[in-house]
């Protein structure tokens, strides 16, 4: 049975493979979709609806998701 991906803020497919997109039969109801230049082409293998942004990252290029807290001690190492 192929699992079905829904309501999500966040999908991270920068490291999909053809492999690991096989099991997957649909995406729906997310926020954002990261993936990188190289996978690029899996996208278009997705049966994908009801997104609101899918961003092209660069390779090496970290994110943070979640609570950020950026003070005065921040600056002072």
Request: charged share 20%; hydrophobic share 25%; no cysteine.
């Given at each position: 049975m192929k699992?079905?991906?829904g309501n999500v803020g966040l999908l991270d497919l920068r490291h999909a493979t053809e492999e690991s997109i096989?099991?997957?039969e649909s995406i729906n109801n997310v926020g954002v979709v990261f993936y990188h230049k190289e996978n690029a082409h899996l996208?278009?293998?997705l049966s994908i609806g009801n997104?609101?942004?899918?961003?092209?990252l660069p390779e090496g290029c970290l994110f943070v998701n979640g609570s950020l807290k950026i003070d005065d001690a921040?600056?002072?190492?």
């Open positions: 699992q079905k991906i096989k099991g997957i996208l278009s293998s997104i609101g942004k899918s961003i092209e921040s600056y002072n190492h």
